[in-house]
């Protein structure tokens, strides 16, 4: 059974960091790439970042570029999402996703995580 589950999430005022994780079993890890996605209250999930499988290839959603980093540890089978400068705007609750392309839609992601709730006060 695939798991995805996501951690790190909580409550931090604008300028501040998390660093989110996404920890996977149930599959072959370094086969898939792995995605970010966040949804806010009363809008579409939308594209975050990823990565692929071996970590050194990576795409953002111009909205967190240069502020959002990730990354994978293929032995822990875990990615990463650092988020520092963090935004009132960027308050969602945020989902990985694995796949088998470097991907920015949803439709590409078969396996999803149920999300850990990141909340920036201004």
């Known amino acids: 059974q695939v798991q995805l589950v996501e951690s790190g999430g909580g409550l931090v005022q604008a300028g501040g960091s998390l660093r989110l994780s996404c920890a996977a079993s149930?599959?072959?890890?370094?086969?898939?790439?792995i995605g970010w996605f966040r949804q806010a209250p009363g809008k579409e999930r939308e594209f975050v970042s990823v990565?692929?499988?071996?970590?050194?290839?990576?795409v953002y959603a111009d909205s967190v570029k240069g502020r959002f980093t990730i990354s994978r540890d293929n032995a822990k089978n875990t990615v990463y999402l650092q988020l520092d400068s963090l935004k009132p705007e960027d308050t969602a609750v945020y989902s990985c996703?694995?796949?088998?392309?470097?991907?920015?839609?949803?439709?590409?992601?078969?396996?999803w995580g149920r999300g850990t709730q990141v909340t920036i006060s201004s």
């Open positions: 996703a694995a796949g088998f392309r470097l991907a920015t839609m949803r439709s590409d992601y078969l396996f």
């Open positions: 149930g599959l072959t890890f370094t086969a898939y790439f």
């Open positions: 990565v692929d499988r071996g970590g050194s290839t990576t």
